[in-house]
DNA sequence: TCAAAAGTGTTGGGGATACACCCATGT
DNA sequence: ACATGGGTGTATCCCCAACACTTTTGA
């Protein structure tokens, strides 16, 4: 067992991350995802999730945003371990990914963009009509957009994708966009109404009918 | 970016499993797992989970089963990834742990141990009653016991615990052991006869009382 | 014939869905 | 006034926990 430990110099560490927003189409918003053009082999010119070299000296979380915000200029609006892929054949040299999935509220997006001097390799997809990706990525996605939607149905994470303050119907639309279903407009009212993941305030957001109350998130996650 | 990837050669990549079995006690069966004894520093003398150095060359649950093997001589029935561990200050030296968390038939436990020579430094422990651990292994054996008692809930992976062939009732004490409750008997079976995950035989087990029917495990997971 | 475990049947509460309905506002 | 989305009330279904009950065996 001590004499593997040698050749584990031979093994790199990488951190991605599969980020989460939503963006409008013409359809409506609709789920996207961010990638970014490899600009070296392999895979140079091919699309690939923002990522990079987990540093000795930070952890892991860390190592996440840090590329995140490198390759992207985004910072997540929630951030947490999706899975670690590993096999030898996933990359012609040892790479080990440990690989992170995260949210972005919508009203961040474009902000970020135009601050961060917005990097040119970077392109939003819809989840439902990715490109060609490099590596397993494909497959990192999928696991991705699995594990978001599988997770919004027992936890209210999905307020991660709006701005502050939000109403009932804006954020059932994101829980349609990331289910790719429609909701009962009252029967989702009722089921967040009763948690402590919502907080209704007293703002309300005028518009071409009836003012719709204003809510903020709960206690964080 | 690229100038980061040569200091990954001070982070290492670990493997460990946190391997779970059903075991004898006074009061019944009860939820333990196995600990090695650590025979050099840091943390010399103090329990740990099992675990070694990734191979450059293995996949991540070759390298989770491999390192499982040598330090315990146990074979897990069903191994799954649970999480990688990777805070800069988990360790003097930097090291990435990616954790496995697997489960052994019952009557596996004792045959693996007396065939391959059971190692001198491992010892199993009630989960409920786990000693000092080095590094950061307590909160990832409790990890590892949060992740197998939401996931028996809705999956039946609880029958890997057990041998081939095994009663309701032996299935239900499994679960009984796992969640730290009692079951009730009709309706655990009505829940289980509905669902593939369950096969009948046309075996009976005879004992003191009316003979009960032996099922196996349906598809694998 | 009795104790104990195997196995069946019945009931009721809680959550989710479907949907009828009223409310408030801009045009 | 009316169209539209905001918001309330309610009937129904289904899952599942609780528990009474019958069956089958060993002693």
Do not use: C
Not at 123 to 151: M, Q, T
């Amino acid at each position: 067992m001590s004499a593997r430990s040698t050749e584990n110099d031979a093994i790199r560490v990488a951190v991605s991350t599969v980020i989460f927003s939503l963006r409008a189409a013409p359809d409506g918003d609709r789920l996207m995802l961010p990638l970014v053009r490899r600009t070296r082999d392999p895979h140079r010119g091919v699309w690939a999730l923002p990522g990079g070299w987990l540093d000795a000296d930070e952890d892991l979380d860390v190592a996440a945003s840090r590329t995140l915000a490198e390759t992207t200029a985004l910072t997540p609006s929630y951030l947490e371990q999706l899975y670690t892929f590993g096999d030898v054949d996933r990359s012609p040299t040892r790479v080990v990914s440990i690989v992170y999935w995260a949210l972005l509220r919508s009203d961040l997006v474009d902000t970020q963009r135009s601050t961060a001097g917005a990097p040119e390799n970077v392109e939003w997809f819809d989840v439902d009509a990715l490109p060609a990706l490099a590596f397993d990525h494909r497959r990192i996605a999928e696991y991705a957009l699995d594990r978001l939607r599988n997770k919004v149905g027992y936890s209210r994470i999905a307020a991660g994708l709006l701005p502050d303050e939000f109403t009932l119907t804006e954020l059932r639309e994101v829980y349609e966009a990331v289910l790719g279903r429609r909701l009962d407009p009252s029967n989702f009212r009722r089921l967040l109404e009763g948690t402590d993941e919502l907080v209704p305030t007293e703002s309300f957001r005028t518009g071409k009918h009836r003012p719709a109350r204003l809510y903020r998130r709960g206690r964080e996650a």
